[in-house]
Structures are given as C-alpha cells and as structure tokens.
C-alpha cells in the first residue's frame, strides 16, 4: 500500500514539475499557452505512451537485450573459424538478398 501511494504522490509531484517547467520556459521562447495541472498530468500520460519512459526495472540486472548481446558475443568469440563461416553462411541464406542462394 505504501508504494503505491509513494508511486502516485511521485506522479503528482512530477506533473507539477512538468507544468511549472513548461509555464516557465515555453511562452517565453515560443509562443506556447501555459499549462493547467490536469493538462501536464495528461502530457506525462502521453510521452509515456509515445516514448515508453517510466521504466522499472531489476536494479544492476541491465535490459534483456544487453543480456541476450553478451550471450551472442560470448558463443562467437568462443566458436572456431570455421563454425563461424558456417554460422555467417547459414544467415546469408536466411536474409542474403533476394535472388541469391
């Protein structure tokens, strides 16, 4: 229950942030209008659809895609040469270019 309520006391926080950035900064350099509260809430809602920030992750575990990278580079720095003009070969064949076999 308390993170939750951390996490949505953290949100408004933030929305107030945005708002009071955004009516700072922007109808001055550009002729934007000022926010409303609801209006940055509904921006952060946005650019969390649009950019997918926000994320939470495993502390120290890094994303699976770095995981999955060192996996690969592990296997090929450990392959011989000729396992890997085979596996150079075998992917040549799957996504070569069209006509070539």
């Known amino acids: 229950m308390f993170v ?3 996490f949505a006391a ?8 945005v708002m009071m950035l955004w009516n700072a900064i922007l ?3 550009t002729s934007a209008r000022p926010l409303s509260y609801w209006q940055a809430l509904g921006l952060l809602v946005l ?3 649009l950019f997918g920030g926000f ?3 495993k502390p120290g ?3 699976e895609h770095w995981k ?4 690969w580079r592990e296997k ?3 392959m011989s040469e000729e396992e890997r003009a085979q596996f150079r070969a075998s992917w040549r064949k799957r996504c070569g270019k069209k006509g070539e076999e």
């Open 27 to 29: 109808p001055e350099v």
């Open 4 to 6: 939750f309520l951390f």
């Open 76 to 78: 090929w720095v450990n």
């Open 55 to 57: 994320r939470f992750g």
């Open 47 to 49: 650019s969390r659809i």
């Open 61 to 63: 575990g890094g994303s």
């Open 68 to 71: 999955k990278r060192r996996e």
């Open 10 to 17: 953290a949100f408004l926080l933030l929305g107030a942030i």
